[in-house]
C-alpha cells in the first residue's frame, strides 16, 4: 500500500543537471518529512538532505549551494533539484518517508539518517560522467 518511486534519474555531463521525482502514494507524504539519500557502488548509504512537513530543508555539506528539495502537497510528491553535478555525485538516489509523522524529523540542522527514516523507494540510477 505505502510506495514511493522515484524516477528521473540518468545520464549528466559535469556542471549539468537534474530533477528527481518521489511520487507517494497509499499516504499522504505531505504529513510526513522526507528524506533523500544515496548510495554508490561499494559506499554507505548517505543522508543528502530531507525536507520537512512544513518545506524546511536541511542538506549534506557534500550538496549545499547545488542540490534544492520542494514538494508538491498537492501531488503528494517531492522534488529534488540538482544542479553543478560532479562525478562524486554519481549514485543511486533514494527517497525515503519518515517513521512518525512528528515535527521532529527534519527539524534540526543535520542532514537525514537512514533509521529515521522507514519506507523507501526502489532508487534511481544517477551517473555524471563526461
Known amino acids: 500500500q505505502v510506495q514511493l518511486v522515484e524516477s528521473g534519474g540518468g545520464l549528466v555531463q559535469p556542471g549539468g543537471s537534474l530533477r528527481l521525482s518521489c511520487a507517494a502514494s497509499?499516504?499522504?507524504?505531505?504529513?510526513?518529512?522526507i528524506g533523500w539519500f544515496r548510495q554508490a557502488p561499494g559506499k554507505e548509504r548517505e543522508g543528502v538532505l530531507c525536507?520537512?512537513?512544513?518545506?524546511?530543508?536541511n542538506y549534506a555539506d557534500s550538496v549545499k549551494g547545488r542540490f534544492t528539495a520542494s514538494r508538491d502537497y498537492a501531488k503528494n510528491t517531492v522534488y529534488l533539484q540538482m544542479s553543478s553535478l560532479k562525478p562524486e555525485d554519481t549514485a543511486v538516489y533514494y527517497c525515503?518517508?519518515?517513521?512518525?509523522?512528528?515535527?521532529?524529523?527534519?527539524?534540526?540542522?543535520?542532514?537525514?539518517?537512514?533509521?529515521?527514516?522507514?519506507?523507501w523507494g526502489q532508487g534511481t540510477q544517477v551517473t555524471v560522467s563526461s
Open positions: 525515503a518517508s519518515a517513521r512518525t509523522s512528528g515535527w521532529g524529523t527534519c527539524g534540526g540542522s543535520r542532514p537525514p539518517e537512514v533509521n529515521e527514516y522507514a519506507y
Open positions: 497509499g499516504f499522504t507524504s505531505g504529513d510526513y518529512a
Open positions: 525536507i520537512s512537513r512544513g518545506g524546511r530543508t
